[in-house]
């Protein structure tokens, strides 16, 4: 599958940074002289209001349906990647993905239908949530848990932003409950686009409504097969990238009461990755070097302090992790900012390199003569370079 690789100014240049703090209270002349912080662009509102992409993942988990949920694993950081690559007036965008999951027997909310995740940047969340997926039965009512991603879901209310929902699935589009053509009328009322993925023949998937239901809802209808197992590219540029992602994690510092176990989660995220494919796991870092994309400020110190200049100084001393605890705010400051710089000096090189990387891919790719079959992660990109195009978004 193609990625594209985005160059991004604030990547290269921006502050990265994930330290715990956790110090004690500090003299007032030990607050004045801490470094301030000036907030990324980023985390102003108004600023990324209209350079916002959410993405909500509708996935069958019925029992026929486990190779649907293998790719998705396997292609979670690719289509980060897709993502990442579009840019909104020369920025690179916000980007929210949600997760549901339909069609479990299993599940005992009304329609067989469960909200896993809402819209969230806390990508390490999403790989968590996919990677704990079971199929089992099923009853699959595509329009009522269209209905419910679309109520349900906090989608951006402004008209630039894009949003987008992908439904996948191998059983008719109308079956009982919701009617989807219902559903796919509230989608657009909120400039929502459907976009349906059928696990199965093309031609079976026309004649059961999803090319339909796609058609409805603005968005691209395909279809793929759910049991094709993702074929990796491997690169000479892996190793050195995999050794990279060593040293970025090394530099984020988790504080407050999730701060500790979010990065374990980080770090239990790259073994879910790397059981894949070694390849599927350089995505991942690829994905993790990108600063709009992989934010953690609800619990990386770095991340947290460049977004707010004034956090070091007001954080409480109960929210600083073990390795911080005692110290002034001065040096958890200084530790900050060093932090930062190696992150940054880190994100610099995994970026360099993943545009060598992608050259040699698509090189590979080319040589194949692009013959391998549609999977769930190619399915999305086709449409994510063209919706994104039609809503002011370029490459």
């Known amino acids: ?19 715990t703090l956790s110090g004690k209270g500090s003299k007032q002349h030990e ?27 509708l996935l069958d988990t019925s029992n026929s349906m486990d190779g649907l949920i293998e790719q998705a694993k396997s292609r979670l950081w690719n289509i980060v990647n897709t993502l990442s690559t579009l840019k909104y007036d020369g920025r690179a965008p916000k980007i929210e993905i949600a997760l549901y999951e339909y069609g479990n027997d299993g599940l005992r909310e009304r329609n067989w239908i469960r909200k896993v995740t809402p819209l969230t940047q806390d990508l390490d969340l999403i790989s968590e949530k996919l990677f704990s997926l079971r199929t089992n039965g099923g009853t699959e009512y595509c329009g009522a848990v269209i209905k419910d991603a679309v109520s349900q879901l906090e989608w951006n209310g402004n008209t630039k932003a894009m949003k987008l929902i992908y ?50 809802g603005g968005g691209k209808y395909f279809n ?12 000479p540029y892996d190793i050195r990238i995999s050794a990279l992602n060593l040293q970025l994690n090394d530099t984020y510092i988790g504080y407050g009461a999730t701060g500790y176990e979010k990065k374990a989660s980080q770090a239990m995220q790259d073994v879910n990755a790397a059981s894949l494919s070694k390849a599927n796991a350089v995505e991942r870092t ?34 600083l992790p073990a390795e911080l605890k005692g110290k002034s705010k001065t040096e958890i400051a200084k530790i900050v900012s060093e932090k930062s710089r190696q992150r940054s000096q880190v994100q610099r090189e995994i ?9 040699y891919i698509d090189e590979e790719i080319k040589k194949r003569g692009n013959s391998t079959a549609d999977d ?6 086709k449409s994510i370079q063209e919706l994104g195009r039609k809503n002011g978004f370029t490459f």
């Open 376 to 381: 769930l992660g190619k399915a999305m990109e």
């Open 1 to 19: 599958m193609k990625t594209r690789i985005l160059v991004n100014t604030a990547l290269l240049t921006g502050s990265f940074l994930a330290l």
């Open 286 to 319: 690829v994905s993790k070097s990108k600063k709009e994309a992989y934010r953690a400020e609800s619990w990386d110190l770095v991340d947290k302090a460049e977004s707010d200049r004034n956090f070091v100084n007001t954080m409480k001393s109960e929210d």
């Open 167 to 216: 439904i996948a699935g191998n059983e008719p589009f109308n079956q009982e409950g919701i009617n989807y053509k219902e559903a796919i009328s509230d989608a657009q009322k909120k400039k929502i686009f459907v976009n349906t993925i059928f696990c199965g023949d093309r031609k079976e998937g026309i004649e059961t409504y999803w090319q339909d239901g796609a058609v409805l």
């Open 31 to 57: 607050v004045k002289q801490a470094p301030t912080y000036q907030p990324s662009l980023a985390a102003v509102p108004d600023a990324v209001a209209e350079n916002t992409i959410q993405v909500a993942l």
């Open 224 to 235: 793929i097969d759910s049991n094709q197992k993702v074929i990796f590219i491997e690169t």
């Open 351 to 359: 970026t360099e390199l993943a545009i060598k990387r992608q050259n």
